[in-house]
């Protein structure tokens, strides 16, 4: 069992920076990746970025490489999202996931547990 907390949202600029943090609870945590989700108003939940048990590996959305980092701390159970140079369309609920596997995954589908999400608004 995992459990999954974030928090760090909230509203800034266009072109500002934010940093997410997942809080996560549970002995498997550091056996999981790990990785974010995005859900704007009225559109599917997509993929953001993942980073793999280690921290060894990482993948990210198209849309967010460059701008957006991930990283995870495993002796403290966190994973952590800095969003920099954000944009209007950035806008939306950002979920942190436990992937079932070790490597990482941008498929949805692969994340069992799931955070309550934290806003993200960018103001244009």
């Known amino acids: 069992q995992v459990q999954l907390v974030e928090s760090g949202g909230g509203l800034v600029q266009a072109g500002g920076s934010l940093s997410l943090s997942c809080a996560a609870s549970?002995?498997?945590?550091?056996?999981?990746?790990m990785g974010w989700f995005r859900q704007a108003p009225g559109k599917e939940r997509e993929f953001v970025a993942a980073?793999?048990?280690?921290?060894?590996?990482?993948y990210y959305a198209d849309s967010v490489k460059g701008r957006f980092t991930i990283s995870r701390d495993n002796a403290k159970n966190t994973v952590h999202l800095q969003m920099n140079s954000l944009k209007s369309e950035d806008t939306a609920v950002y979920y942190c996931?436990?992937?079932?596997?070790?490597?990482?995954?941008?498929?949805?589908?692969?994340?069992?547990?799931w955070g309550q999400g934290t806003q993200v608004t960018v103001s244009s």
């Open positions: 996931a436990a992937d079932r596997s070790t490597r990482g995954s941008t498929n949805l589908g692969d994340y069992d547990y």
């Open positions: 549970g002995r498997t945590f550091s056996s999981r990746a």
């Open positions: 980073i793999s048990w280690s921290g060894g590996l990482t």
